[in-house]
């Protein structure tokens, strides 16, 4: 018995069936898929494929959905921007308004979704803040460190509340 299981993550370039039982044959037994990006589709085809595989006897591979919850990015900005640790800054939901100082979060419902005290992580914990008041258009977050944030940088907020 193999006591050691061994996971891929795979893409869009190794979404074919001889791909994955090559991958099966180089001894991978776990198909590992990232549910951060919101491809639906393209992960049931490869749902489908990989129980396809399995029946025909030509793998034998288990599944893996890798889903920490939803990656939400915030805008490409024209230079980088560093947060100092207690700075307080805006995510908006539109970019009509937006200073030098501020984000953008391409969520619509970031304001409904959100509640003062809840904790937001943006690029994986890069920068970790804390949602300090709700506003129409924005919220205003206390930096909990400093970093430096660059182009469409994830923002991972608390995922049961997402719609």
Request: glycine share 4%; hydrophobic share 40%; aromatic share 10%.
């Amino acid at each position: 018995m193999k006591l050691t299981k061994m996971i891929a993550t795979i893409w869009p370039a190794t979404w074919d069936p001889e791909k994955i039982v090559e991958l099966y044959k180089n001894g991978i037994n776990i198909i590992r898929m990232n549910f951060s990006h919101k491809d639906y589709e393209e992960k049931e085809r490869v749902i489908t494929l990989v129980r396809q595989l399995n029946h025909e006897n030509k793998t034998k591979l288990s599944l893996l959905m890798d889903n920490e919850g939803p990656e939400i990015r915030t805008w490409k900005r024209e230079s980088k921007l560093e947060i100092t640790r207690w700075a307080i800054f805006k995510l908006w939901i539109k970019q009509d308004n937006m200073g030098e100082q501020d984000l953008f979060c391409d969520y619509p419902y970031l304001l409904e979704d959100v509640i003062v005290g809840d904790s937001i992580k943006i690029d994986s914990g890069l920068l970790d803040a804390k949602v300090i008041s709700i506003h129409q258009e924005y919220c205003e977050c206390e930096a909990l460190h400093t970093a430096i944030i660059g182009s469409y940088r994830h923002i991972n907020l608390p995922w049961k509340k997402l719609k």
